[in-house]
């Protein structure tokens, strides 16, 4: 906590803070648990923030709606001005000039059933292919450094590959390093792949695994053409773009970014705190979605091969649901809360049940 404030108040001295801002952020810091990561803590004040305005918003009644979203939007976007800042301080190459290393890291015939990827600055793209190599382009840039002979030095001792037992181990966690790297490994079915990064976007294509997992602190997550099953990414700050993907149960979370997902899944769980959400239900296998999003729009297409039984919340937005035959089992229009509950295509075999909320935004349900 100590450190946070100190890095605030940096912040306030450097003229990249106002006062203002420097005294809501220690204030709203010191009321959250300690134990939370910086993700959470953030989380957690733009919580109880919105909580605040929407109670003055209820109090005043329905005659300041407009007022009290606008007021809403702008204290928000004040509270992620103020995260902004101070990721920019923690995230900036501020060091001076870069000794700019290229380096491949290859090995040949290898049985790979794991890959463990984790890169603290950078990006990160997967790509399969035919060879039955692991081949790994690294375009780094290497900081207070200064010739290009130390710089490699560097570079080589803090990375640390390795092919061992069938798994694949890629990590760089020197943050005053910045490491763009492609990663091109055999097209096998695959038990697990972790990656993870703190500062920079997750790209993958073409992968068959079991067990996904991809997590950056402040990037986005590009997945595309995956077939897995089970499936869950993650960014505190980044938009998730998931499309043409194959998975029982895919799990999308990000605190500010939108969410964008599309495929065949058996349960999906898709959530933003300041973003819309765009979800795809192809085909007729999916029996669980839920989706959530604070501050952002919901979209879902859904496959008409699905009898849905759906429940859509907002507190300020609207819903507009355009599946065919559909029927209306409850609605209430209050104040500060509206809700839906419908079904629709009830002679199909493949029940599917759907909610969606969402505070300050509209859903809109159609068909695909």
């Known amino acids: 906590m100590i450190e946070e404030q100190k890095r605030i108040l940096k912040l306030v001295e450097d003229g990249k803070l106002t006062a203002e801002e420097a005294i809501l952020l220690i204030e709203k810091l010191s009321n959250v648990d300690s134990g939370m990561n910086q993700a959470e803590k953030e989380a957690e004040i733009r919580t109880e923030l919105s909580a605040k305005v929407d109670y003055e918003h209820t109090r005043q009644g329905s005659s300041f709606d407009q007022k009290a979203t606008s007021v809403k939007n702008k204290f928000m976007d004040f509270v992620d001005s103020a995260f902004k800042k101070i990721k920019d301080m923690d995230l900036d190459f501020n060091f001076g000039d870069a000794i700019e290393v290229k380096h491949i890291f290859q090995h040949s015939n290898v049985n790979l059933t794991k890959i463990d990827l984790d890169v603290a600055n950078g990006s990160i793209t ?7 190599d692991v081949r790994i382009e690294c375009d780094a840039k290497v900081y207070k450094i200064e010739n290009q002979v130390r710089a ?48 920079g976007p997750i790209n993958g294509e073409n992968l068959v695994v079991q067990d996904f997992r991809a997590k950056t602190a402040n990037g986005a997550v590009t997945v595309t053409n995956f077939v897995t099953t089970s499936m869950e990414v993650e960014t505190a700050n980044g938009h998730i773009k998931a499309e043409n ?100 295509n009830q002679d199909k075999g493949n029940k599917l049940y759907l909610f969606a ?11 695909i």
């Open 357 to 367: 909320e969402t505070k300050t935004g509209s859903i809109e349900i159609k068909p």
């Open 126 to 132: 997967i790509i399969p292919w035919g060879e039955k």
């Open 152 to 199: 490699r030095k560097a570079f080589l001792e803090d990375v640390r590959f390795s092919i061992e037992d069938g798994k694949l181990l890629f990590l760089i966690q020197q943050k005053q390093m910045k490491v763009n790297a492609k990663i091109y490994v055999p097209n096998e079915n695959y038990e697990n792949v972790k990656v993870r990064m703190f500062n």
């Open 245 to 344: 993907i194959e998975s029982k149960e895919f799990e999308a979370e990000t605190i500010n970014g939108t969410v964008t997902v599309g495929g065949r899944f058996e349960k999906v769980d898709l959530q933003s705190f300041n973003g819309n959400i765009t979800c795809s239900l192809a085909e007729d296998s999916c029996h669980t979605a839920y989706i959530k999003t604070t501050t952002g729009t919901i979209h879902v297409f859904v496959s008409d091969a699905y009898e849905v039984d759906g429940e859509l919340k907002s507190n300020l937005g609207s819903f507009k649901a355009e599946l065919p035959v559909m029927s209306i089992i409850e609605e209430k229009n209050d104040i500060v809360q509206k809700s839906l509950r419908f079904k629709a």
